[in-house]
Structure formats: structure tokens, C-alpha cells
């Protein structure tokens, strides 16, 4: 099975990047595409171009009304204790102990160092 593509908000480095292909993931950074400093609406439009799930430290993302789960290829969200590098992948690696991320695929995740939290999309048909 393809992995998912990923794409890393501007908050997240090389590191991270480097993580996530070493666990298969084809993964794009907001900064090597030269989007780094443009607006959430830019950078969004460019992530669901590409279909690529969306792994950002910004709160933003995680309002259900604006970003509803089913309508995108998923949004992670991390809430690291702290915005260092490591500790943003500790979280990346709970998360991917806890789940592929192609079982996230239109999900909205918020994980943190001691949870993942998964909303998923609506399915009105049942």
C-alpha cells in the first residue's frame, strides 16, 4: 500500500521531515516550498491541491467548523509540552506508534505527549 503524502506546516523542521521519511512518508515542508510567512488560507489551499494531510503546530486549524473532518486528507494537530524540536518528535512518535497516518486520512488529530485524539468524519448515511 502507498503511504500517505504529508505536508509540515512552517513550525515543523528538517528534523521532523527527516523522522517522517525514515517511516516512509513522503513529506514537503511549508518552507521548502516557499510558503513560509504566507497566510493559513495560502498555505491550506496548497495543502488540499496536493491532498496531503496537514501536521501543524497551530490551534487554528483545529476549529472542526472551519476545517471539518471528511472535507481535507487530515489536519494533526501537535501540543507538545514545549515548541522544541525534540519534544515535537516525541509527540510525531507517539502519534505514529499509535496510528498509520493512513488510517488518519480525513481525520482531525490532536495529540499530544500522553493522548491521540481522533475525530473523525460524519458518515450521515448510517
Not at 38 to 58: A, G, N, P, R
Request: hydrophobic share 35%; net charge positive.
Amino acid at each position: 500500500m502507498r503511504k500517505l503524502g504529508v505536508k509540515l506546516d512552517e513550525n515543523l523542521g528538517k528534523s521532523h521531515a527527516k523522522f517522517l521519511r525514515s517511516a516512509g512518508y513522503c513529506t514537503k515542508r511549508v518552507h521548502e516550498q516557499g510558503l513560509s510567512g504566507q497566510s493559513d488560507e495560502e498555505v491550506w489551499s496548497k495543502v488540499c491541491k496536493e491532498h496531503l494531510l496537514f501536521i501543524t503546530l497551530d490551534t487554528d486549524f483545529a476549529d472542526v467548523r472551519k476545517y471539518p473532518p471528511g472535507s481535507h486528507a487530515g489536519i494533526v494537530m501537535l501540543r507538545p509540552r514545549s515548541h522544541g524540536s525534540r519534544a515535537v518528535l516525541e509527540v510525531l512518535k507517539r502519534l505514529l506508534a499509535h496510528s498509520a497516518l493512513e488510517d488518519l486520512r480525513g481525520c482531525l488529530v490532536i495529540a499530544d505527549e500522553y493522548r491521540v485524539r481522533v475525530r473523525r468524519p460524519v458518515n450521515l448515511s448510517e
